[in-house]
T-cell receptor, first 112, second 115 residues
Framework: DAKTTQPPSMDCAEGRAANLPCNHSTISGNEYVYWYRQIHSQGPQYIIHGLKNNETNEMASLIITEDRKSSTLILPHATLRDTAVYYCIVRFYGGATNKLIFGTGTLLAVQP | GAVVSQHPSWVICKSGTSVKIECRSLDFQATTMFWYRQFPKQSLMLMATSNEGSKATYEQGVEKDKFLINHASLTLSTLTVTSAHPEDSSFYIC???????????FGDGTRLSIL
């Protein structure tokens, strides 16, 4: 799986949009970008995933650059409950290596 | 949808005992289940991948005789930590996936403390 690079930590004011970047410059054409978050002492929570088109769901938006070498997760109106570690993971679709490998993620701290 | 239940959520036991952790997909059939371990202030580390009805595939450095995984049905996988010792104390998390490019969904984890 392609490696990802994320900033170790970010702050965001409550009510503002949180934009979390992820670099995956070695991504291949059949690898998806997945985002998960982990709130302290809980299991990771799936947020969103995409291949090359931008995606939006009730939780967030995922913006993938045209060359697919980076992406941004956007939480449109961050709340205190969004404080968590956010993981950007690139995963190959299909085959024996179809598994999620977690990096160190970004600790997002939403400030009141 | 896509709820994964893990039991127990917390277990404390004496050194040398074996501990079984259950992972169930409640509202979907999971062709593949995964077991992770997480130490304090660290990221999740994949231990093994299991497909229903077949032997688990363990990641490098994970002792298969120490961490027994059974995936007997499309909704249940178990992890047994055999002859547990204090260094096995950790946060164990399972996840399940329907198949293909579907996302993995995670349980809430089991905090294991070996005295």
């Amino acid at each position: 799986d392609a490696k990802t690079t994320q900033p170790p930590s970010m702050d965001c004011a409550e009510g503002r949009a949180a934009n979390l970047p992820c670099n995956h410059s070695t991504i291949s054409g059949n690898e998806y970008v997945y985002w998960y978050r982990q709130i302290h002492s809980q299991g990771p929570q799936y947020i969103i995933h995409g291949l090359k088109n931008n995606e939006t769901n009730e939780m967030a938006s995922l913006i993938i650059t045209e060359d697919r070498k980076s992406s941004t997760l956007i939480l449109p109106h961050a709340t205190l409950r969004d404080t968590a570690v956010y993981y950007c993971i690139v995963r190959f679709y299909g085959g024996a290596t179809n598994k999620l490998i977690f990096g160190t993620g970004t600790l997002l701290a939403v400030q009141p | 949808g896509a709820v994964v239940s893990q039991h127990p959520s917390w277990v404390i036991c004496k050194s040398g005992t074996s501990v079984k952790i259950e992972c169930r997909s409640l509202d979907f059939q999971a062709t593949t289940m995964f077991w992770y371990r997480q130490f304090p202030k660290q990221s999740l580390m994949l231990m093994a991948t299991s497909n229903e009805g077949s032997k688990a595939t363990y990641e490098q450095g994970v002792e298969k005789d120490k961490f027994l995984i059974n995936h007997a049905s499309l909704t249940l996988s178990t992890l047994t930590v055999t002859s547990a010792h204090p260094e096995d104390s950790s946060f164990y998390i399972c996840s399940a996936r329907r198949g293909g490019n579907q996302p993995q969904h995670f349980g809430d984890g089991t905090r294991l403390s070996i005295l």
